[in-house]
């Protein structure tokens, strides 16, 4: 039997992990406040080696979420983020990737809506997606968020579901909030 550390992760870490634990092929990524020390840690193994697969910086949240389904539609074990406007912003494909019934996991790190900035957890951001044929799965500690990520893949690449899985957790609380996992 193989024995495990517990380590002190953030929400955001605790996500980044579950996408390393996963084995992910591919993470196109957007950073976008509270989200992007999930980009960093993801950018940084794969730059050093820790994870294969491929890593790209895309343009906006909407193509990020474009690559992200068509990677998934052929076959490729897909992980990606966001937050807040990045949402918004990527709604359409949303729809589309449910639609398309492909199989992939995303992080949604809760932020309140508005311009330029609010620094405030909201989850006006994931209720967009409710009627999008998306699962939602809504993490409450650190443990969760890395087990709901890992649980989402074997959700969404059960044929029987074969639907995308957005992972949630409160942005600036628990997206910073250490715990040991």
């Not at 343009?59 to 074990?77: K, L, P, Q």
């Not at 967009?128 to 443990?143: F, K, N, P, W, Y």
């Not at 989402?152 to 059960?158: N, P, Q, T, V």
């Amino acid at each position: 039997m193989k024995s495990y550390q517990k380590m002190m992760l953030t929400g955001n870490k605790a996500a980044a992990w579950g996408a390393r634990l996963a084995d992910v092929d591919y993470v196109p990524a957007f950073p976008i406040t509270p989200q992007t020390e999930i980009i960093e840690s993801l950018a940084q193994w794969f730059a050093d080696g820790t994870m294969k697969g491929r890593f790209t910086n895309m343009d906006s949240e909407h193509s990020m979420f474009t690559a992200a389904g068509s990677a998934s539609a052929s076959g490729v074990r897909v992980f990606t983020a966001s937050s807040s406007q990045g949402i918004l912003y990527g709604l359409e494909m949303l729809y589309t990737i449910a639609g398309w019934r492909v199989p992939m996991v995303m992080v949604n790190v809760s932020r309140a809506l508005a311009t330029p900035i609010t620094l405030e957890p909201d989850h006006n951001d994931v209720m967009s997606t409710r009627d999008c044929g998306i699962v939602q799965l809504h993490a409450e500690t650190c443990q969760e968020i890395l087990d709901f990520v890992l649980m989402g893949y074997r959700i969404a690449e059960d044929p029987r579901v074969c639907l995308p899985v957005l992972v949630n957790l409160d942005g600036f609380y628990l997206s910073f909030t250490r715990e040991p996992v």
